[in-house]
């Protein structure tokens, strides 16, 4: 079953406009969202993270919004660029067993 | 950054065969992981574990076993390998709870013919 769900599969969007995705999860103990960025050919890398204490994490063009209630999460990319063109994997952890579980993934496509 | 080593890169073999997948990591980070990436369902926890002889069961364990046999060394197996194990496979270790970042390896392409 899917712990941690994703969504869209694949999103294409103009430069300059802002990209979101999303995810959604079921279990309560998790206390810990990161978001990983993976380019084509290499492997994944941490972008930004948030924890629940907080429903906003801002790191530059990147932003985490934070749903408790819901249990949503989702990532907004800002004034986006080719560059930013990647896929990109929500988690979620509990920090008390650390075990790390991933959506399915964003495939991002950023149009010039 | 932290450092994580995967051998071999690539691997060829055939139902039934029996294969070894390393990870090794240099950073003295406790918790280390094995994960599979397959299109639609993005990675997936196979197994991971804590600390040097300690293994926790992940999301997918069913067809893999793994050994932990040193703090730095984390190993994959699969006995009687099968197509279905045709994947990338990414091993990654943390330093938590110091830090939470996951560092992965650049991962072992393992196709099962």
């Known amino acids: 079953q899917q712990q941690v769900r994703q969504s869209p599969q694949s999103l294409t969007v103009w430069e300059g406009e802002t990209a979101i995705l999303n995810c959604s999860y079921e279990d309560s103990t998790f206390d810990y969202f990161p978001w990983y960025h993976q380019f084509p050919g290499e492997s994944p890398a941490l972008l930004i993270a948030?924890?629940?204490?907080?429903n906003k994490k801002e790191d530059g063009r990147f932003t985490i919004f934070f749903n408790k209630r819901e249990k949503k999460f989702s990532l907004h990319i800002a004034d986006s660029q080719p560059g930013d063109s990647a896929t990109y994997f929500c988690?979620?952890?509990?920090?008390?067993?650390?075990?790390?579980?991933f959506g399915a993934g964003t495939r991002l496509k950023v149009i010039a | 950054e932290a450092a994580v080593t995967q051998s071999p890169r690539n691997k060829v073999t055939v139902t039934g065969g029996n294969v070894t997948l390393s990870c090794r990591q240099t950073n003295s980070h406790n918790y280390m992981y094995w994960y599979r990436q397959d299109t639609g369902h993005g990675l997936r926890l196979i197994h991971y574990s804590y600390g040097a002889g300690n293994l926790q069961i992940g999301d997918v364990p069913d067809g893999y076993k793994a050994t932990r046999t040193t703090q730095e060394d984390f190993f994959l197996l699969l006995e009687l390998a099968s197509p279905s194990q045709t994947s990338l496979y990414f091993c990654?270790?943390?330093?938590?709870?110091?830090?939470?970042?996951?560092?992965f390896g650049s991962g072992t392409r393992l196709t099962v013919l």
């Open positions: 948030i924890r629940p204490v907080s």
């Open positions: 990654a270790s943390s330093d938590v709870p110091n830090a939470e970042t996951l560092y």
């Open positions: 988690a979620a952890a509990n920090t008390g067993n650390y075990k790390y579980v």
